[in-house]
């Protein structure tokens, strides 16, 4: 029971997004236990981040130069003071009773991020970004007695997150995706975050709400949690989106409330709200003095900023004269830009890379669904290839085969050139001896031809690649047969 | 010779004059905690093995002849809000009946580390919330001067060891008063330094912004010597200051001629005659001394037992938050489900001034009354703070009566938590601003059965020193005497 297109296209969707992002450090933000993922359960613990009686937190300085770095590339404003706030709840694996976290004093505030959807850039406001610890982890499957008992694991609690919460500026689910693509994207290069949505490193919940195109106000908004992936955000947001929009077809109301993504029914439901009928009781956390931001910690994080992606794209522009597209294509993922320049560094022409980098080892890449990082070609052995195509040595599409083959055994060009044959024909004599067989075999043609049916002229040359079984270089094919025939 | 009798400077002498052994010392008490503890009721726990173990440490280091650390075997008692790695650690709640933790305080670390011995945990208000020890989970204990009377509290253990000669030295801990009071009602001192001058690692938490460690002495050197220990910088504990530790005996018999010592009006409005009569003459002995005295104002006092109990009872509602039965500590059986765990353990394990304590925070932090209590009291709390910056600008020292009230009778005041409340009425002010505090002997009431009387002495922030200075300067003027 679809919505009809004539109603969709009366209503406006309003989306924000609250986005927890895992830092990178090698210790946890309030102790010194490590932050690794993975390990058997409650193996990185101590009194602190175990939440025993006495003990107190101490903070993670790298957390802190890592969380202005994400700010900083959200061009959001460092505040000189913040400070840190309890969220009281209860909870099994919140082992404290409360969450360090920020709260009305957030470390940066008031920056944005250029989305790009079908070619138009637009800034997503983003309101603040502020420094939490992670909780612990409940498992409530796979032991004997799973039926009657949960299990908690608290590894990752005391792990340091930054929440990034965005302004209500995304208008569809695809800007919703797109936002967080490019959130991703910018995480990946500054090395705050691996970004990983299955172990828990990027989690996102959104705030939706409808509204008829052209009213002003908001709508009554939904959180939706429980957004495991990119694809479940899109489809999610789509569904909440379209069933407000009935809600309100129906002449009935929006009701505020925090709603589960089901991926299995592929729907949302509504949660019991008492069970987040929740009040913080949010207050400045004594065990911690207020967080005073200098100058000089501030310039130590931009300093160790990498190229962003906006500047990177710029440059691929400058330097190797690539367009708009390719340019934004490449320096997506940090791993296919860097990859990419590798390859230019060896010499080939940066045109010719970029093509043969955007569609033919992606192509061969999605069908091993293997990520560039994993590419079995090196950039050392792609950027043969292409110099051996530029030298005429073979041909575009032999190339083809030669990658296909590079990619399978990870040989190199040259190797695997020799071996299948794959040697473009670039002998003169060579090709004038076939040119010349062509010639002679076919009196009738040659006649044709020469009373001035010119348009025969590309058979002349298809017969004689057939007879060097499609080696010989074209361009000298032409040649030769220009003059043979003259 | 009484080896339960001496100061730690005694001990230490006796050590390396080789006229006793640490062992001795510690097996002294031991026998002495053995006789009079059941009276007393100062101990929840006894470390005996940890306390001969380092006894014997100390003993060797005297064999070999190297030099002995300052506090060598010293016996202290710890209170048990204060962990201590292996050794039970209850907050004389049943919620942590059993618990053992798995590390040591940063206060107890050092003082070992100085070569003290810890004899045990001392009895004290559950989670350090009372000011008579009548709020222990497990039993009352009793003022070693006069045994139908409360010690105080909530540090109430510590300082009745202390009094009662089953300790040297001991840790209590201060939040709106519970080294001072208690120091006060057992005739001994005791003392609360700068907020964030002893780290707070270990110590568990009731009020996190007002709570402090501190020690217990039968001699104001005693309790410089300790302080000394405790004190200084902790990379675990992000409060403490990054400030210089003075040596703090050093300067201790320095005169006090020209010290100006401030009485403020407002500590002794409506004060009754038998403990105002006291701080009179102990401020008479200070003025003999050469002390300058002036009157001052303090003028938000009236503020402060309502600013202090929104701020105490809001942080103690999170701080106890811990307490959930999941990872450590009592679990209630006979549940169903995770809710009702969490109501059953909480129930059974925390007493009602605990529980009352809790709501009453809960309460204040909660959505629509933060700003009226919360916000207000934070607020009230910066205005207290500026009374006294205001006051040492023109005085070094204020004294003031520890408590308004003698120790009361066991049981007198446990049905009206209010009167309880006010009762801590001098000593929250110095816990709002963060300064220094020390509580001295100063005499005994007038009237049957003379009760001890305790004088408060506040300075400026990490001015310790000074603190130490005019308290040891009353100490050997006589005003000490308690006979």
């Known amino acids: ?486 | 010779m009484d080896l339960t009798a001496l100061t730690a400077d005694e001990v230490r002498e006796l050590l390396r004059n080789k006229k006793a052994s640490a062992e001795e010392v510690c097996r002294e008490h031991l026998n002495r905690i053995r006789q009079k503890n059941p009276e007393v009721r100062a101990y929840l726990t006894l470390s005996e093995e940890r306390a001969l173990k380092q006894a014997r440490k100390v003993d060797r280091l005297v064999a070999e002849g190297k030099p002995l650390p300052i506090l060598a075997g010293v016996p202290v008692a710890v209170k048990d809000a204060i962990v201590t790695r292996g050794v039970r650690t209850t907050c004389a709640s049943k919620i942590l009946e059993n618990y053992i933790p798995p590390y040591d305080s940063t206060a107890v670390a050092r003082l070992e580390a100085a070569g003290a011995v810890i004899l045990g945990k001392t009895n004290c208000d559950e989670f350090a919330m009372g000011s008579s020890t009548e709020n222990s989970a497990y039993f009352p204990t009793r003022n070693p001067r006069n045994p139908d009377r409360v010690p105080g509290g909530s540090s109430g253990g510590s300082a009745a060891a202390v009094a009662a000669n089953l300790a040297t030295v001991a840790l209590g801990s201060d939040t709106g008063g519970s080294i001072r009071q208690p120091a006060a009602f057992c005739g001994i001192a005791g003392m609360m330094g700068t907020y964030g001058r002893v780290s707070r690692y270990g110590l568990v938490a009731f009020a996190s912004s007002l709570d402090h460690i501190g020690p217990f002495g039968r001699s104001v050197r005693d309790v410089a010597r300790a302080l000394k220990v405790i004190a200084g910088c902790d990379p675990a504990d992000s409060t403490t200051a990054d400030i210089p530790v003075p040596d703090y005996e050093a300067t201790l018999e320095e005169d006090v001629r020209g010290v100006t010592v401030g009485v403020p009006q407002e500590y002794f409005n409506g004060l009754s005659p038998e403990i105002g009569d006291n701080i009179q003459k102990g401020i008479d002995r200070l003025a003999k001394l050469g002390c300058k005295i002036a009157c001052i104002s303090l003028p938000h006092t009236e503020y402060a037992i309502a600013c202090y109990y929104i701020i105490c009872t809001a942080e103690a509602s999170s701080n106890l938050a811990r307490y959930d039965g999941v990872r450590y500590g009592l679990r209630a059986a006979g549940h169903d489900g995770l809710r009702e765990m969490y109501k059953k353990t909480r129930d059974a394990g925390f007493g009602a001034e605990v529980k009352r304590r809790i709501m009453l925070g809960t309460y204040v932090l909660s959505s629509g009354y933060y700003e009226a209590y919360y916000r207000k009291a934070q607020q009230v709390r910066s205005l207290i703070a500026r009374d006294f910056l205001e006051a040492f600008d023109e005085v070094d020292v204020i004294v003031t009566p520890t408590s308004p009230i003698p120790p009361f009778k066991l049981g007198e005041k446990v049905d009206d938590p209010l009167q309880m409340y006010l009762a801590d009425i001098y000593t929250v002010t110095a816990s709002l601003a963060g300064i220094p505090g020390i509580s001295v002997p100063c005499g005994l009431t007038r009237t049957e059965p003379h009760l001890p009387v305790g004088m408060q002495m506040l300075a400026r922030h990490f001015d310790e020193a000074r603190l130490l200075q005019v308290a040891r300067a009353f100490e050997k003027s006589g005003g000490f005497e308690l006979m």
């Open chain 1, 1 to 486: 029971m679809s919505l009809a297109a004539e109603v969709r296209t009366q209503y406006e969707v309003v989306i924000g997004l609250e986005v927890h992002v895992q830092l990178l450090t090698q210790s946890k933000i309030f102790c010194g236990c490590s932050t690794r993922f993975g390990d058997p359960a409650n193996t990185h613990t101590c009194p602190v981040c175990l939440g025993l009686p006495g003990a107190l937190p101490a903070l993670n300085r790298e957390a802190v130069t890592m969380a202005m770095k994400a700010a900083l590339a959200l061009n959001c404003g460092i505040n000189p003071r913040s400070r840190f706030a309890r969220k009281n709840y209860f909870y099994p694996d919140l082992p404290k009773g409360y969450q360090i976290s920020q709260y009305d004093e957030p470390l940066a505030e008031d920056g944005w991020l250029e989305i790009e959807l079908n070619g138009a850039p637009k800034q997503i406001g983003v309101t603040r970004v502020h420094l939490e610890e992670d909780a612990g982890k409940s498992l409530h499957e796979g032991f004997p007695d799973s039926d009657r008992a949960s299990y908690i694991d608290l590894n990752r609690s005391g792990v340091p997150l930054i929440e990034i919460v965005t302004e209500p500026d995304l208008r569809s689910p695809e800007e919703a995706y797109e936002f967080l693509t490019r959130l991703k994207t910018m995480m990946l290069y500054l090395e705050v975050s691996d970004c990983n949505m299955e172990e828990g490193s990027l989690r996102c919940d959104a705030n939706i709400s409808v509204r008829r195109a052209g009213v002003s106000e908001f709508g009554t908004k939904t959180e939706v949690k429980n957004l495991n992936s990119f694809r479940f955000l899109q489809r999610a947001l789509a569904y909440e989106a379209e069933r407000q929009i009935k809600v309100l077809e129906g002449g009935g109301e929006i009701t505020q409330e925090t709603r589960l993504w089901d991926s299995r029914e592929q729907r949302t439901h509504g949660m019991r709200s008492k069970e987040f009928a929740h009040d913080y009781r949010y207050f400045p956390e004594p065990d911690l003095l207020p967080l005073t931001i200098t100058e000089e910690w501030k310039e130590e994080a931009r300093r160790s900023m990498p190229e962003l992606p906006a500047a990177r794209k710029q440059r691929f522009m400058r330097e190797y004269a690539l367009t708009d597209y390719d340019a934004d294509q490449l320096t997506h993922s940090k791993a296919l830009a860097s990859y990419y320049e590798e390859v230019v560094k060896q010499g080939p022409d940066p045109k010719l890379a970029a093509n043969w980098i955007l569609s033919e080892l992606m192509h061969l890449l999605n069908d091993a669904k293997k990520d560039i990082t994993e590419s079995t070609v090196t950039p050392r052995n792609l950027a043969e290839l292409l110099t051996l195509i530029a030298q005429g040595k073979t041909s575009g599409k032999m190339g083809k085969e030669i990658l296909a083959e590079m990619f399978a055994s990870s040989r190199r060009a040259e190797e695997v050139m020799a071996e299948k044959g794959l040697r473009q024909i670039d002998d003169v004599e060579m090709i004038a001896a076939a040119a010349r067989e062509v010639i002679a075999a076919n009196p009738r043609q040659v006649e044709q031809y020469r009373n001035g049916k010119t348009a025969t002229f590309g058979w002349f040359v298809g017969q004689v690649m057939k007879a060097t079984r499609g080696q010989a270089n074209p361009q000298r094919v032409q040649e030769v047969l220009k003059k043979e025939l003259a």
